[in-house]
């Protein structure tokens, strides 16, 4: 059963730093993607930033592009979002989520994700 476990939200004052972590547990990375998603109240989800367990290719939104890092430890099944010059507007609750096989299809249009982890809250203040 693939399970997956967010941590690291949290209150932030704008320009700060977070980093999100995403374990994972009954599968390993190879074929999956690994996707960050995002939801603010009173929006859709959209995501954010994605990767490709196979070759740790990795895709991000462009709201988020060049402030946001996404990286994986395979040794530890874990994903991590590192999250720079944070703004109010990325104000939402942040999920992970994974699917397989052909992690780039999923990358890419970050549509399809079955398996769902519970979010974290991430608040930055202005």
């Known amino acids: 059963e693939v399970q997956l476990v967010e941590s690291g939200g949290g209150l932030v004052q704008a320009g700060g730093s977070l980093r999100l972590s995403c374990a994972a547990s009954?599968?390993?990375?190879?074929?999956?993607?690994i996707g960050w998603f995002r939801q603010a109240p009173g929006k859709e989800r959209e995501g954010v930033s994605c990767t490709t367990g196979s070759d740790g290719s990795t895709f991000y939104a462009d709201s988020v592009k060049g402030r946001f890092t996404i990286s994986s430890d395979n040794a530890k099944n874990t994903v991590y979002l590192q999250m720079n010059s944070l703004k109010p507007e990325d104000t939402a609750v942040y999920y992970c989520?994974?699917?397989?096989?052909?992690?780039?299809?999923?990358?890419?249009?970050?549509?399809?994700?079955?398996?769902w982890g519970q979010g974290t809250q991430v608040t930055v203040s202005s």
């Open positions: 989520a994974a699917e397989a096989p052909f992690p780039y299809h999923y990358c890419s249009g970050y549509g399809g994700f079955g398996s």
């Open positions: 009954g599968f390993t990375f190879d074929d999956y993607a």
